[in-house]
């Protein structure tokens, strides 16, 4: 499962913005590894490098030295629901008259082919599928005279999850959805402001944590700082895999250290399916901390039985399927002489298609592990994403088409446990009101069309 994107933005006036959103973007680097980019103005244009690869790869040193300016975005990204097509690089810029704009987006638009049309019947040529093209043309031609009445008259037209950063030559904004769908923190730094999907990206760069961007308010950023926010009639949608898996375990989200709410959930876990077993282990990353949740709550001892390789990138982009295959043996590898006779509590965050799960559980069993209990923080994932998680369509998703005795049949383990929904929401620690949890219980925050096949087969809607 993938999450689409990590924004930045930065108005810092006499710093060397282009520097901060590198290393800004090395702390989001786990939201998005297929591209990267920034773009930087210096009051008159936008200058922008945006490239396929992580973000060690995309820039050099000459790259920096040539993105000069006092206020920059940055963007890395995944392409999302079920994309044919590689990610188009960010940010995104349009030009249109006097009017300048780059957009680096987080999220789906779930009206994207309707804006799209409305702007080609009015002349309007893309150049990607991207929803940061049809946000920034948006912004670039609509009614106004400022950049606030622009940028507002343009979002009231979305709909769907986006978090955004908007460069122009004088201003910076930062805009939420009105539901809250994906986080975005403001932050200060001697001298200027930034704004970040996480607030480990503020840390790395020595930047205090002020607040939450509020859901529907867009912050437009200069020396003077203003704010405006959209009137809400909806509910409130903040995914609750940002928890689960999505954010670092360092960051703040929701007013919640990620670390503790994932410790959280081990402990309740382990208080709604204990079992006998002689050590604890996570499928690294995002279910260390449920794990070693899980043994303190236990008294079963916690052991780092599998190693992973952190230079493994995604699996599906071996060059042969052999070697597809072997994703999880290239990613993962057991500690033999530590599990061989053992009966082990494997933790894991989630199980979507479960294709991924089974290679687990072979390594342990190949590695000599005598029981495998499997563990999952997440409830079963029954229905799809329409607001840009890159999940899968509901045919897909093992949950949706099998019972757990086949699940549990299918995966190769002795016992199967998944959270319940009531001990996942009391885990988090907020509200049940505030949270999208469609994933699980099918309860949309806005009208989809059954099955979602229109809003999940995009091309690259990131």
Same mark, same amino acid.
């Given at each position: 499962?993938?999450?689409?994107?990590?924004?930045?933005?930065?108005? !810092?006036?006499?710093?060397?913005?282009?520097?901060?959103?590198?290393?800004?973007?090395?702390?989001?680097?786990?939201?998005?590894?297929?591209?990267?980019g920034?773009?930087?103005?210096?009051?008159?244009?936008?200058?922008?490098?945006?490239?396929?690869?992580?973000?060690?790869?995309?820039?050099?040193?000459?790259?920096?030295?040539?993105?000069?300016?006092?206020s920059?975005?940055?963007?890395?990204?995944?392409?999302?629901?079920?994309?044919?097509?590689?990610?188009?690089?960010?940010?995104?810029?349009?030009?249109?008259?006097?009017?300048?704009?780059?957009?680096?987006?987080?999220?789906?638009?779930?009206?994207?082919?309707?804006?799209?049309?409305?702007?080609? &019947?009015?002349?309007?040529?893309?150049?990607?599928?991207?929803?940061?093209?049809?946000?920034?043309?948006? /912004?670039?031609?609509?009614?106004?005279?400022?950049?606030?009445?622009?940028?507002?008259?343009?979002?009231?037209?979305?709909?769907?999850?986006?978090?955004?950063?908007?460069?122009?030559?004088?201003?910076?904004? !930062?805009?939420?959805?009105?539901?809250?769908?994906?986080?975005?923190? /403001?932050?200060?730094l001697?001298?200027?402001?930034?704004?970040?999907?996480?607030t480990?990206?503020?840390?790395?760069?020595?930047?205090?944590?002020?607040?939450? /961007?509020?859901?529907?308010?867009?912050?437009?950023?200069?020396?003077?700082?203003? &704010?405006?926010?959209?009137?809400?009639?909806?509910?409130?949608?903040?995914c609750?895999?940002?928890?689960?898996?999505?954010?670092?375990?360092?960051?703040?989200?929701?007013?919640?250290?990620?670390y503790?709410?994932r410790?959280?959930?081990?402990?309740?876990?382990?208080?709604?399916?204990?079992?006998?077993?002689?050590?604890?282990?996570?499928?690294?990353?995002?279910?260390?901390?449920?794990?070693?949740?899980?043994?303190?709550?236990?008294?079963?001892?916690?052991?780092?039985?599998?190693?992973?390789?952190?230079?493994?990138?995604?699996?599906?982009?071996?060059?042969?399927?052999?070697?597809?295959?072997?994703?999880?043996?290239?990613?993962?590898?057991?500690?033999?002489?530590? /599990?061989?006779?053992?009966?082990?509590?494997?933790?894991?965050?989630?199980?979507?298609?479960?294709?991924?799960?089974?290679?687990?559980?072979?390594?342990?069993?190949?590695?000599?592990?005598?029981?495998?209990?499997?563990?999952?923080?997440?409830?079963?994932?029954?229905?799809?994403?329409?607001?840009?998680?890159?999940?899968?369509?509901?045919?897909?998703?093992?949950?949706?088409?099998?019972?757990?005795?086949?699940?549990?049949?299918?995966?190769?383990?002795?016992?199967?446990?998944y959270?319940?929904? &009531?001990?996942?929401?009391?885990?988090?620690?907020?509200?049940?009101?505030?949270?999208?949890?469609?994933?699980?219980?099918?309860d949309?925050?806005?009208?989809?069309?059954?099955?979602?096949?229109?809003?999940?087969?995009?091309?690259?809607?990131?």
């Amino acid at each position: 499962m993938h999450e689409s994107c990590g924004i930045f933005g930065v108005y !810092a006036p006499g710093w060397d913005t282009a520097r901060l959103v590198f290393f800004a973007l090395f702390a989001l680097q786990h939201r998005g590894q297929e591209c990267a980019g920034i773009a930087v103005s210096d009051g008159s244009n936008i200058h922008v490098r945006a490239d396929p690869g992580l973000v060690a790869q995309v820039f050099t040193e000459n790259d920096l030295a040539g993105l000069k300016g006092f206020s920059a975005i940055g963007h890395t990204c995944y392409s999302t629901c079920n994309a044919r097509r590689p990610a188009t690089p960010q940010p995104i810029v349009e030009h249109y008259g006097r009017w300048s704009v780059a957009v680096a987006h987080n999220g789906n638009l779930t009206n994207a082919p309707s804006l799209r049309a409305a702007l080609e &019947s009015e002349g309007l040529r893309f150049r990607t599928d991207s929803h940061a093209e049809i946000i920034a043309k948006l /912004i670039a031609t609509s009614y106004g005279s400022t950049w606030e009445e622009k940028v507002s008259h343009s979002l009231k037209r979305l709909q769907g999850a986006y978090s955004i950063t908007v460069l122009t030559p004088d201003v910076l904004i !930062a805009a939420r959805d009105p539901m809250g769908v994906r986080p975005l923190s /403001i932050g200060s730094l001697q001298g200027g402001l930034v704004v970040a999907s996480e607030t480990c990206a503020l840390d790395h760069i020595g930047a205090t944590f002020e607040r939450d /961007i509020r859901p529907g308010e867009t912050v437009f950023i200069t020396n003077k700082t203003t &704010s405006l926010q959209q009137s809400r009639n909806g509910r409130r949608a903040f995914c609750v895999f940002e928890h689960i898996y999505f954010a670092r375990p360092d960051s703040t989200v929701e007013g919640r250290l990620v670390y503790e709410t994932r410790l959280a959930m081990g402990t309740q876990l382990a208080e709604e399916h204990p079992v006998d077993a002689d050590f604890v282990i996570g499928v690294p990353d995002s279910a260390t901390a449920p794990a070693i949740g899980y043994a303190r709550a236990s008294g079963i001892p916690y052991r780092e039985g599998l190693l992973k390789n952190r230079y493994v990138g995604r699996t599906f982009i071996a060059p042969d399927q052999r070697l597809r295959d072997l994703g999880v043996q290239l990613k993962f590898n057991p500690l033999g002489s530590l /599990i061989k006779g053992k009966r082990l509590v494997v933790v894991d965050d989630s199980i979507v298609r479960g294709t991924t799960t089974p290679r687990v559980v072979n390594l342990l069993r190949q590695a000599g592990a005598s029981e495998v209990h499997l563990r999952i923080c997440a409830p079963p994932l029954r229905y799809p994403c329409p607001l840009g998680v890159d999940m899968a369509s509901e045919w897909e998703l093992i949950a949706a088409r099998m019972s757990e005795p086949e699940i549990m049949e299918h995966l190769g383990v002795d016992s199967l446990g998944y959270s319940s929904l &009531s001990g996942l929401i009391d885990a988090v620690g907020l509200p049940r009101d505030i949270l999208c949890l469609a994933c699980f219980d099918g309860d949309y925050p806005l009208p989809v069309q059954m099955g979602l096949t229109s809003l999940t087969t995009g091309s690259n809607p990131a």
